[in-house]
């Protein structure tokens, strides 16, 4: 079967053939090596039930405290396990108030799952200038965001919470996908490990 006397058979050029089925597996693979990149990853936000020690350094009686739930929603069938160990830090003002270990878990397929976490810290309190910053704001009633960053396979989370108050809806978490973060090197910490 002869397409065009110019161009020949592709019979006769089996490299062609050769050609255009090793591209065609390679796109397969490149396509399923694509599902796991953070868009197949589940959403995820963060809500804060609870938070204690957010006095005033000097005379703090207890270290801040912040009762954590990471919401996981896993939209695929099939389970979502992260391996851990995994890590948070709470920020407000960009200064780190709290961090926690994050152990491993699992999320079944298309289900919401809650995650607890207690993050806190070494020290009594808070700064006299964040504590001052964050008292200005709740007379303002203006919400007080916290930023909750969270660290899972070298995933990272760049999430935000309100302090006393319910944000409207769930701020779904932006995905940072890295995986050539490397926890080492100061210049890809966002903030130092407390």
Known sequence: MTIDKEYGNLEEH???VAFAAILCLLLFGFTMHDMKRPEYLPEFWVKLPAVEGLERGTGASRPPT???TLRV???DSEPWHFKGPGRVVV??????LAHADLAEFTVP?????????VATSSGLGLPD???DRMQSQRRRRERVKLAVHVTLDGV??????????QPRGPFVCPILYGPT???????????PII
């Open 181 to 191: 973060f490397d926890r080492t090197d100061p210049r890809q910490m966002m903030f």
């Open 91 to 96: 920020a407000y003002a960009g200064v780190p």
């Open 156 to 165: 990272r989370l760049w999430c935000t919470a309100i302090l006393h108050g």
């Open 129 to 131: 200038e964040l504590y």
């Open 66 to 68: 912040f009762n954590i």
């Open 14 to 16: 089996p490299c062609v």
């Open 73 to 75: 929603n896993n939209r």
């Open 109 to 117: 397929g298309e289900v919401i799952s809650s995650v607890p976490i």
